[in-house]
């Protein structure tokens, strides 16, 4: 079930995700995370959640024409 929060972003940058998240998605302490910048918003992975998230939602021939038409250099990358 899709769900939402608001997390505070301490002065180092750290955020603190729920508990009953990280049990969930079994993140662990010291655990990777995957951080996917869309430009206008930010998705949080858990591991491995990345290539199933993209390989269902975009084809590789796809992604790569998006990312030719981007206009924003730091965005324009594969």
């Known amino acids: ?4 929060a608001e997390f505070l972003v301490s002065t180092s940058g750290q955020m603190c995700v729920p508990a009953a998240v990280r ?20 998705v949080l992975l858990p591991p491995g959640g990345r290539q199933q998230l993209l390989a269902e939602a975009l084809s590789a021939e796809d992604h790569l ?14």
């Open 65 to 78: 024409q998006f990312v030719r038409e981007l206009e924003d250099p730091d965005l324009a990358t594969t």
């Open 1 to 4: 079930m899709p769900s939402s």
């Open 23 to 42: 049990r969930r998605w079994g993140l662990e302490n010291g655990g990777r995370v995957t951080v996917i910048d869309l430009g206008e918003a930010v």
